[in-house]
């Protein structure tokens, strides 16, 4: 497949938790958006399994609460441990004001797939797996190399987010935002573009290769 470009509003490099949800939003909100996804698909092991009452109260705000909890789940509403002879009770989210005052227990990738689902319900929405981004380019947007061939997505903005390379954090030049409360450390610029290095340059994007 020769080389091709695709043209977007944004481009997100990294389907993780925080680039489906992200893209998801955006795709409802009306703007075209690119994900960017080396893998190609969501099977696989990862830190966390876990969706906690915040999110899911998100996703009660979205209508797609009921759905969401259609799929196989648990849920842990208070944890205690034992120490020598007495029970510590560690957590407890039963005085929540949330609709839902429990973690649910649940595959991750159930979570990542069901964000896609509903995200490929909206025209703007682009889901790209094998789509590994790398690097950074002078024009504005991602590029893809989705094996058998390249492909650019140019954009407005590119958000670089937990799962994005290293090389490409570093080539757009962020710093880390870190906060006790926050597990995932969080890549951000102003209004989702990747800051110039300089004032006179234009600004980055992001190159990819394909996933192995």
């Known amino acids: 497949m020769p080389n091709s470009t695709v ?3 944004c481009c997100i490099a990294g389907g993780g938790p925080s680039g489906m949800m992200l893209s998801f939003l955006l795709a409802r909100a009306g703007v075209d958006v690119v994900v960017l996804e ?13 969706i906690h009452p915040s999110t899911l109260e998100l996703m009660y705000e979205l209508g797609l609460l009921d759905e969401f909890l259609m799929l196989p789940h648990q849920k842990l509403d208070r944890l205690a441990v034992q120490v020598g002879d007495e029970r510590v009770r560690m957590i407890d ?11 649910a227990l649940m595959p991750q990738w159930d979570f990542l797939n069901f964000l896609a689902a509903h995200g490929k319900r909206y025209k703007g929405f682009d889901l790209r797996m094998q789509a590994d981004a790398t690097g950074l ?59 110039a290095r300089r004032p006179t340059r234009p600004k980055r994007s992001a190159t990819s290769r394909p996933a192995r």
């Open 7 to 9: 043209t977007t509003k």
């Open 38 to 50: 080396k893998h190609a698909d969501f099977f696989r092991d990862f830190r966390g399994d876990t």
């Open 93 to 103: 989210l039963t005085h929540l004001s949330t609709h839902c005052k429990y973690i």
């Open 137 to 195: 380019i002078e024009e504005a947007g991602a590029s893809s190399d989705c094996a058998p061939g390249r492909r650019t997505a140019n954009s407005r903005s590119a958000p670089i987010l937990w799962s994005a390379p290293t090389a490409v954090i570093r080539r757009c030049a962020l710093r880390p935002v870190s906060k006790a409360t926050i597990t995932a450390r969080r890549w951000t610029c102003c209004g989702f573009g990747c800051p």
